[in-house]
């Protein structure tokens, strides 16, 4: 790449020359600074995306002079070549003076391994969290991966929450938040941004892979462009269902706190309130429990959930429903949900 046309990191206002690129920076640093924390953990990956951000908190640092964020890498081991891409992302960030930690999963993956992936990833990062008394993990996620979750979900039959797709924050656990900064950016501004630093990034070879439904969804957009569905119309859905979402789950967490007790490790729900709700009430008590007692970033998906409901009607007072690794069971006043303790 020609220097000239190049961005250097190493001083402040290096983005000041490109008007583009110094609007996001300094929409970035406004989000960044209005969270009231000490430093952030990067969930950082050789992607466009992933290095945009890496790139912008590194200016940000060397704007306020001050060790702020940790770079992290979470190699899976799915790929032959995945540990040699993490150790290039690793050398290639280093000229940058980013310094980026590499953890290797040491777990197999063989099934739902985009979703299995997701979860080891966040429990590893949770882990660097809690060494270095950090409260907020920031991700890349950006505009079209919001389109694309909306699209998938949309696809699986989800319901108002699902289509709300991805918030700006949600909670990881009660200690740790995941922020994502970049959902009202396009990928093609972050790929700027990598190409105008770093001069290149990796490319992850999944993204052509056509088992994954996400991949599938990707190939869909263009097509929808050309009858008149176009992004923004998407955006603008998805910014009118998280609306209504964050609405519904103010008076949700109204209605949970008085229907739920808990006792050790296993909570009761007031079975005669909780059949007086509907069915979406229903599922969202069943999937917070759970998500409660597994300490996992998502609930389980409706279908299970929807599931678990039948048999509550089905099997009376002989239940014994295993959901997610919890064990649910009910008397005559209420249902009973608790983590089944592996042996």
């Known amino acids: 790449m020609n220097k000239k046309n190049s961005i250097v990191l190493s001083h402040k206002n290096c983005f000041k020359k490109f008007k583009q690129i110094s609007e996001l920076y300094n929409n970035f640093k406004k989000k960044i ?27 940000l640092e060397y704007e306020k002079n001050k060790h702020i964020f940790f770079y992290i890498n979470i190699n899976h081991g799915i790929r032959k070549n995945s ?18 930690k590499v953890i290797n999963n040491r777990k197999t993956i063989k099934n739902n391994i985009q979703h299995n992936a997701r979860k080891i990833r966040y429990d590893l990062l949770y882990k660097e969290c809690l ?14 991966d919001q389109i694309e979750t909306f699209l998938i979900r949309l696809s699986r039959g989800s319901g108002l ?25 396009k990928k093609s501004d972050l790929k700027t941004i990598s190409k105008k630093v770093f001069g290149t990034y990796l490319k992850d070879p999944s993204n052509k892979n ?12 263009p ?9 923004e119309q998407i955006i603008k859905s ?42 979406e009430i229903r599922l969202k008590i069943l999937g917070k429990t759970i998500r409660s007692l597994t300490k996992t970033y998502y609930p389980p998906r409706s279908k299970k959930l929807k599931n678990a409901i039948i048999a509550l009607n089905a099997q009376g007072l002989k239940l014994n429903y295993n ?14 949900i608790k983590k089944v303790v592996k042996s």
């Open 323 to 336: 959901l997610s690794g919890c064990l649910i069971s009910q008397n005559e006043n209420s249902i009973s």
């Open 33 to 59: 600074e209005s969270i009231k924390t000490k430093s952030f953990l990067i969930a950082t990956s050789g992607g466009p995306d992933s290095l945009a951000l890496a790139a912008l908190c590194k200016a």
């Open 223 to 231: 097509i929808l462009r050309k009858y008149g569905i176009e992004e």
């Open 238 to 279: 998805i910014d009118n269902l998280q609306s209504t979402s964050n609405t519904i789950k103010f008076y949700f967490d109204e209605i949970y706190k008085t229907i739920i007790t808990k006792k050790s490790n296993i909570y009761l729900i007031k079975k005669t309130d909780f059949y007086s709700f509907n069915e």
């Open 83 to 100: 540990f040699n891409e993490s150790l290039k992302l690793k050398s290639m960030l280093k000229k940058y003076k980013i310094d980026l």
């Open 161 to 185: 929450q699902g289509l709300s797709s991805m918030n700006a924050e949600t909670k990881l656990n009660k200690s740790v938040k995941i922020y994502r900064p970049f959902l009202h950016i």
């Open 210 to 221: 056509n088992n994954f439904l996400r991949v599938k969804v990707r190939k869909l957009l």
């Open 131 to 144: 060494k270095n008394n950090i409260k907020y993990i920031l991700t890349a996620h950006h505009r079209d």
